[in-house]
T-cell receptor, first 117, second 114 residues
Framework: AQTVTQSQPEMSVQEAETVTLSCTYDTSESDYYLFWYKQPPSRQMILVIRQEAYKQQNATENRFSVNFQKAAKSFSLKISDSQLGDAAMYFCAYRSGSGGSNYKLTFGKGTLLTVNP | DGGITQSPKYLFRKEGQNVTLSCEQNLNHDAMYWYRQDPGQGLRLIYYSQIVNDFQKGDIAEGYSVSREKKESFPLTVTSAQKNPTAFYLC?????????????FGPGTRLTVT
């Protein structure tokens, strides 16, 4: 079974600075997808960024980018120019690409990000 | 606007009572999911359904039941057999094709059982 580990329960960053959240995963599959979701205090889960394992290029979405290291099974999220609205719980998630009953998401336990003004 | 609705936002029940959480989507998605969120535990999959009238157990299905009679609806019943039902419950949906992978989430229901 796949597992996702987020080793940082909490992180903090100063407004306008850069922060990196860590995620590692364990899988024997070669085809899969990785995601970062954001859960603000409203508790609405919002997709931040996604990465297909077959793509070597790291995904970017405005101020959010990932460092995908397939061999190391690492998928970190970098937030540049941090804003107060970035304060949230961030979850790393894995989804198998092999189809069938494996479209479910497996989540890490989350990293709580605080942004200091 | 398309989206997922869950009602109610807060739900209170007495121990020993079954309770049903609602989840409706108008995104025309094939697949729907129920997750449970506890502090420090992340999200764990309870049940999922890929098509109408079909559903599978997730990682923590004991004490829960679901139905999928309509594409738009995937209600979750928390039975009295669930030992620790107090939690935040999230419903999600997605298109069920290989090339699509994003799950969209509802706003969640906070269930408190005393």
């Amino acid at each position: 079974a796949q597992t996702v580990t987020q080793s940082q329960p909490e992180m903090s960053v100063q407004e306008a600075e850069t922060v990196t959240l860590s995620c590692t995963y364990d899988t024997s599959e070669s085809d899969y997808y990785l995601f970062w979701y954001k859960q603000p205090p409203s508790r609405q889960m919002i997709l931040v960024i996604r990465q297909e394992a077959y793509k070597q290029q790291n995904a970017t979405e405005n101020r959010f980018s990932v460092n995908f290291q397939k061999a190391a099974k690492s998928f970190s999220l970098k937030i540049s120019d941090s804003q107060l609205g970035d304060a949230a719980m961030y979850f790393c998630a894995y989804r198998s690409g092999s189809g069938g009953s494996n479209y479910k998401l497996t989540f890490g336990k989350g990293t709580l990000l605080t942004v200091n003004p | 606007d398309g989206g997922i609705t869950q009602s109610p936002k807060y739900l209170f029940r007495k121990e020993g009572q079954n309770v049903t959480l609602s989840c409706e989507q108008n995104l025309n998605h094939d697949a729907m999911y129920w997750y449970r969120q506890d502090p420090g535990q992340g999200l764990r999959l309870i049940y999922y359904s890929q098509i109408v009238n079909d559903f599978q157990k997730g990682d923590i299905a004991e004490g829960y039941s679901v139905s999928r009679e309509k594409k738009e609806s995937f209600p979750l019943t928390v039975t009295s057999a669930q030992k620790n039902p107090t939690a935040f419950y999230l419903c999600a949906s997605s298109i069920f094709v290989v090339s699509s992978y994003e799950q969209y989430f509802g706003p969640g229901t906070r269930l408190t059982v005393t």
